[in-house]
């Protein structure tokens, strides 16, 4: 593929990043992060959740894209050397009267490590070089949490929970505890889970950092399908797919969106033998999308929606 010719500095206009969840199927982000690299476009703040919440996390600790994208190949290859079965919480579950219970079946300590691997003197969200946003839900208090740094006033549909200064592994562990599969980070009473809970695709986050133009990058839309074909997990897969495209509607922000939406129809949301197919899927959308996608950012161009967001 041809690497499209670097814009002027001065001839886009700042923009913010959303970045949606999806599990594996978030490494189509990394496809799309690379063709915007070669076109020279930097987001000046990123916000994300789930899956779209690491990648956010890790770019604005300056970490480029092909090293996201290398050390994801890693864990595709062999996620059991970076996932592993929460066996103690588990019997702590099971044995009454034993400590607190498991919050998750699989502990993702190990692939948080190599993520943070990446910047190793970065400790805290403070550490961000950009403005950052990551989503989580406090399902104790029923509340919608985001680490983000500086802390902007939070975007309507509230309430929200709004934390400046949290350890990173807390940060990015919260953003993509899918609940009852990963652990879910417990922060002095409260219990996070993954922010898709309540929103897979914050744009709103992505506004509320400052620049007026979001371009928002979704891995989860799935096309229409023959009825005749879904079974128990279809059905539920597009149920969550539903509800959780709807809050993202709900909560958009009153602003001009670019929306890429690359293609990831039948990838299992944790295909790990599809890692590059859904790299690829990125880049294939972001390049289709490109010409579009200058013309918005023209600081010229009038402010306007563009997409399926």
């Known amino acids: 593929m041809t690497a499209a010719p670097a814009p002027s500095p001065r001839s886009v206009a700042p923009f913010a990043l959303a970045l949606s969840g999806g599990g594996l ?17 930097q987001p ?37 050397d970076y996932f ?10 099971l044995w009454p009267g ?3 219970p498991a919050t998750g079946l699989i502990s993702p300590r190990r692939f948080l490590q190599a993520l943070l691997a990446l910047a190793p003197r970065a400790r805290s969200t403070r550490d961000w070089l950009c403005p950052c946003a990551v989503t989580a839900v406090d399902v104790v208090s029923l509340t919608a949490v985001a680490f983000a740094h500086p802390a902007p006033p939070p975007p309507r549909g509230g309430p929200w929970l709004v934390v400046d200064d949290v350890p990173l592994e807390l940060a990015l562990g919260a953003t ?10 417990r922060w002095g009473r409260r219990v996070l889970v993954d922010g898709g809970v309540a929103d897979t695709l914050p744009m ?25 074909t879904l079974g128990i997990t279809g059905v539920l897969s597009r149920a969550d ?14 602003a001009p969106v670019f929306t890429i939406a690359p293609d990831t129809t039948g990838v299992p949301f944790f295909g790990f033998g599809d ?19 200058l013309a918005f950012l023209a600081p010229e161009a009038p402010l306007r929606r563009i997409g399926a967001g």
Request: glycine fraction near 12%; aromatic fraction near 4%.
């Open 241 to 254: 797919a539903y509800w959780t495209e709807t809050l993202s509607r709900l909560r958009a922000p009153r």
């Open 275 to 293: 890692y590059a197919k859904l790299v690829e899927a990125g880049r294939r959308a972001a390049a289709a999308a490109l010409p579009d996608l």
């Open 84 to 93: 592993g079965v929460n066996a103690e919480g588990l019997l702590h579950d």
């Open 204 to 228: 709103d986050w992505a506004r509320a950092l400052g620049p007026d133009r979001v371009v928002a990058v979704t891995v989860t839309a799935p096309p229409p399908v023959e009825g005749e």
């Open 98 to 100: 034993g400590r607190r």
């Open 44 to 80: 000046a703040a990123v916000a994300g959740t789930s899956a779209g919440g690491l990648v956010a996390g890790l770019l604005a600790l300056g970490v480029p894209a092909r090293r996201i994208q290398e050390v994801g190949a890693a864990v595709a290859a062999r996620p059991w």
């Open 25 to 41: 199927l978030g490494a189509a982000h990394l496809g799309v992060l690379a063709v915007l690299d070669e076109a020279g476009l």
């Open 176 to 185: 993509m505890a899918i609940p009852g599969l990963f652990v879910a980070p």
